[in-house]
């Protein structure tokens, strides 16, 4: 099992990406934001909404509540509206994880998913499920800049340690 001080650090990391992420989708315009460029989601945007509302609904989940359903991602125009909303989530997932006891991460999960199937599992594979997810699309959100002629944030692990020295 993963210990907690790893969890804490590899959210951490998940939010100090996210952040670099969405600074380097500030500078364009509407148009290219909502572009369908291709990838598991069309854009940058719906990309971008993606990870935001799967965190959300991750720790809806966590704390015993299993939304049916997403908000639009059309509801998040730009970077600074998806920004506004995440950090929302971001406030109620360091908090939910800050309130963590070692032994917590053991305990079973039970949720039904979007498809109103029921899974149990222990709260620390759902943990790394989520963060092991936000690492997959955050490469798709580097090719899509790059396939929009924008340039991308560097996001490597090392760097965001060495940006915490």
Not at 19 to 41: H, I, K, N, W, Y
Not at 47 to 64: N, P, S
Not at 87 to 106: K, T, W, Y
Request: proline share 7%; net charge positive.
């Amino acid at each position: 099992m993963i210990p907690l001080t790893t969890f804490k650090q590899l959210f951490d990391y998940n939010y100090w990406t996210r952040d670099r992420q969405l600074e380097a989708c500030a500078p364009l315009a509407p148009e290219l934001f909502t572009r369908a460029v291709g990838g598991s989601f069309p854009s940058l945007r719906d990309t971008l909404a993606h990870l935001m509302l799967v965190e959300w609904i991750w720790h809806e989940r966590w704390c015993g509540r299993s939304p049916r359903t997403f908000p639009a991602y059309a509801e998040f125009p730009s970077p600074e509206a998806l920004g506004r909303r995440w950090s929302e989530i971001e406030r109620d997932v360091r908090g939910f994880v800050a309130g963590l006891a070692d032994d917590a991460l053991a305990r079973p999960v039970t949720y039904s998913n979007l498809k109103g199937e029921t899974w149990t599992y222990p709260l620390w594979r759902l943990l790394y499920h989520l963060l092991n997810h936000q690492s997959y699309h955050r490469g798709q959100v580097t090719s899509q800049l790059r396939q929009l002629g924008a340039t991308p944030a560097p996001v490597d692990f090392l760097l965001y340690l060495d940006a915490r020295k």
